[in-house]
């Protein structure tokens, strides 16, 4: 026999009222609790302390000998005139770029095959292989110059760009090819096999498929070879001797003199090697940061 009690429903619960200090609609988050200032002052004196160098190197390059004046009016190219005829800047801009360009094709070309092994391919030898390419990270350039000399000397290749370009490329594979396995394994494997159906072979479809997705990765890769390569001292100065074959970091250390420095020229010739890499960063940022991202991936 069911009771009346029993039949009764139990009354529902009376609704919560919402947090006074919370508005509807909107999501708490702690940048809510910083105030502005705390962040923007000290990304100001960051930014500050970052722009202060580079006026200082446009107010030498940019104003006349002898002035001491805070502002580079009247304003004058003397000093980009002189390095680049007198200093042969000239030859030593076409250098830098036929090594940054070679490395950088290289660079790219190696580690996109390397790469794709990594990620495609399972063998015995592969865990120990990519802690190896990990481990060459640690090695500083520096301690292997004597062996890259005698090497390069063995083969008749000292004074010769062939040389630095072949060091740079084996410094930048390692961290190259392991950059671009992470992002090969993001492209889904079953693209590839629908390849393989329609009648492509393995690099017909990597060529046709594959390929065009590593866009970003394959532009990270190749604009951090070229910086290098454009940037690296010590290769050039170590294995380059005649004067007709050195690059701009090279040319810089011409400038500086043991009894004297020509502040105008260096800071001059220090514009004209951080121009091409600023335009190159500032055309490829975006598909710098999104191949960066997307080959730091676990694999």
């Avoid at 105030?35 to 006349?64: E, G, H, K, N």
Wanted: charged share 15%; with cysteine.
């Amino acid at each position: 026999m069911i009771t009346k009690e029993a039949t009764e429903v139990a009354p529902a619960p009376a609704p919560v009222p919402p947090a006074a200090d919370r508005r509807p609609g909107r999501k708490h988050r702690a940048w809510d609790e910083v105030p502005r200032w705390q962040i923007y002052v000290p990304l100001s004196i960051y930014l500050l302390f970052t722009l202060i160098p580079f006026y200082w190197i446009l107010l030498f390059a940019l104003r006349p000998a002898g002035s001491t004046s805070l502002v580079p009016w009247p304003m004058t190219f003397d000093h980009f005139e002189k390095v680049w005829n007198e200093r042969d800047f000239g030859i030593y801009f076409q250098n830098s770029v036929l090594t940054g360009v070679a490395t950088l094709l290289l660079t790219t070309l190696v580690a996109l095959t390397g790469g794709y092994a990594l990620a495609r391919f399972d063998f015995k030898i592969k865990r120990a292989f990519m802690l190896a390419l990990l481990c060459t990270q640690f090695v500083p350039g520096a301690l292997l110059l004597v062996p890259l000399f005698q090497i390069f000397a063995e083969l008749k290749m000292i004074n010769s760009l062939g040389s630095v370009i072949i060091a740079e490329t084996v410094f930048q594979l390692p961290l190259s090819m392991i950059l671009i396995s992470g992002f090969i394994r993001n492209v889904p494997y079953s693209l590839e096999e629908a390849a393989w159906v329609d009648g492509c072979n393995r690099l017909t479809a990597f060529r046709i498929v594959v390929l065009p997705l590593l866009r970003p990765g394959l532009i990270a890769v190749g604009s951090f070879a070229f910086v290098h390569a454009w940037n690296h001292f010590l290769f050039a100065l170590m294995f380059l001797s005649d004067q007709s074959k050195q690059t701009i970091p090279v040319g810089l250390n011409t400038l500086m003199s043991a009894d004297s420095v020509d502040l105008g020229a260096l800071a001059a010739g220090g514009i004209i090697a951080a121009v091409p890499v600023v335009i190159v960063f500032a055309f490829i940022q975006k598909w710098l940061i999104t191949g960066f991202s997307a080959g730091a991936v676990k694999g």
